[in-house]
């Protein structure tokens, strides 16, 4: 998606090898207009796909899920990285290890928004080691309902994640690819 990856090039701070902050657009201040574009996007890529459901995590999924669910007219849920006190029914859980934050916390959703007649989309902002998409892959696994594929907004294609989701047999489709990056300097998988 190229403007997504101009903006990339623009905004984005690469911190390291590994780490790439793009907060001024996509994490923390969210340009509203390219996230709903990103939404289309997705709405595009799966459009013959019979979704029922847009799965992502708290927090920084939430506004591309909410797009594309908008672009396919279907709700999307998010996976609660703390039990609220008011998720006082059955859940759906799995362990995730923060890339980021290096700390391994538990996901869950309600039983009652995810079954076995969904078909289900992932989206999630970054694909880096696919941590947090194995676990809601779990979750989505263990609800019986069918999975359709990963949509993500960045991969990191230099990090295990596709390569760990393609082994579990899970279709990933990325806006931006990575394939290296270094400070001053930053490189996209030619399509
Ligand atoms: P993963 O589980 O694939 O390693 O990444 C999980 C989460 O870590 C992503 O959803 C994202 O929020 C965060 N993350 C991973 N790599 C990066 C990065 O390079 N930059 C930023 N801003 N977040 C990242």
Redesign the pocket.
């Known amino acids: 998606m190229k403007v997504l990856e101009d903006r990339i090039r623009q905004e984005g701070l690469i911190l390291s090898h590994?780490?790439?902050?793009?907060?001024s657009f996509l994490?923390h201040q969210v340009d509203t207009q390219l996230a709903l574009e990103i939404g289309r996007e997705f709405g595009r890529i799966f459009v013959d796909q019979p979704i029922t459901k847009v799965l992502t995590?708290e927090a920084?999924?939430i506004q591309f899920a909410m797009a594309t669910g908008i672009a396919l007219n279907v709700p999307f849920i998010y996976a609660k990285k703390k039990k609220a006190i008011t998720l006082s029914e059955q859940v759906y859980s799995a362990p995730?290890h923060?890339?980021?934050r290096q700390e391994t916390y538990q996901v869950s959703i309600s039983q009652k928004y995810l079954g076995p007649n969904d078909k289900v989309l992932i989206v999630?902002?970054?694909?880096?080691?696919?941590?947090?998409?194995v676990g809601l892959v779990d979750i989505v696994k263990e609800s019986g309902a069918e999975l359709v594929g990963v949509g993500c907004v960045i991969e990191?294609s230099f990090?295990e994640?596709r390569g760990l989701l393609e082994d579990k047999g899970v279709k990933v489709h990325s806006l931006a690819r990575i394939s290296s990056m270094s400070p001053g300097e930053i490189h996209f998988v030619e399509e």
């Open positions: 590994t780490v790439l902050k793009v907060d994490n995590i920084s999924g995730v923060s890339f980021t999630d902002d970054f694909l880096a080691t696919g941590a947090a998409l990191k990090q994640g």
